[in-house]
């Protein structure tokens, strides 16, 4: 009976980065391995349930409205970030002291008590909240150059991506503040470290370096590096 090689069989597994649908995050924005660009902005949620019946029936329309403005595609995504803790830690502590000042020993305790509680949870777990994203892609390549299988990105049409989705960006920041929504959009740090959540979802974002996310996600590539050329594709 003839044993399978396992070892070659590991080898020619393709690595992790390769299912990485980008390439890089530069520019504030994502490379893709098709060549094309994606920016992100991120939008603070509110809850519907706390408005009256006539202000939500109207933030829904004039959400509805500003959608219908938009004539470039988009993605609206649900995700999910880690909740920070540490500013509410540390104005629970300022109330401990505070008590403890004004001889209030056992509130001061049941304080320190829920600090240490609070701490030993976030050590076990990883607590979430809902993060609202918009995805802008933008295509470097006209649809004639891709049907001629042209894959080649210049430093002018890179540059191009660039500009246009900053106006895109502009436009959709612009059109959710108006009706009441904060937008922003995210930087390459954010950029990486959504993709790092995607990707290794049971990993806190916390516990792993900037760096250390890079690698797990590009091969030999950095936040300042230049794309290298793949595929055919060039870029400044």
């Known amino acids: 009976m003839v044993q399978p090689n396992l070892k070659n069989k590991t080898a020619a597994l393709p690595s992790t980065q390769e299912h990485v649908l980008a390439r890089a995050v530069r520019d504030n924005v994502y490379v893709l391995r098709s060549g094309d660009l994606a920016a992100v902005i991120e939008v603070e949620g ?25 004539r470039f595609p988009y993605q609206i995504i649900v995700a999910r970030k880690r909740q920070r803790l540490e500013e509410y830690l540390a104005y629970v502590q ?59 990105v210049t430093a002018e049409t890179y540059r ?52 250390a996310r890079l690698k797990s996600l590009f091969a030999q590539v950095t936040l300042d590096d230049q794309p290298a050329t793949d595929g055919g594709a060039a870029y400044g």
């Open 46 to 70: 509110i809850d519907l349930t706390r408005l009256a019946d006539d202000a939500r029936v109207g933030l829904i329309a004039q959400y509805e409205n500003f959608l219908l403005t938009l």
């Open 94 to 152: 300022d109330q401990a002291l505070q008590r403890g000042r004004d001889k209030q020993p056992e509130y001061a305790r049941a304080l320190h008590g829920w600090i240490n509680f609070m701490q030993a949870v976030v050590g076990k777990v990883n607590p979430q909240a809902p993060q609202y994203l918009i995805a802008l892609p933008y295509d470097t390549l006209s649809p004639e150059e891709r049907a001629r299988g042209k894959m080649t």
């Open 160 to 211: 191009r991506g660039l500009d246009e989705l900053a106006h895109r960006c502009d436009a959709v920041v612009r059109g959710l503040t108006r009706i009441g929504l904060g937008a922003r959009r995210l930087t390459d740090q954010e950029l990486v470290a959504v993709l790092h959540r995607v990707y290794h979802p049971s990993i806190p974002d916390y516990r792993v370096l900037p760096t």
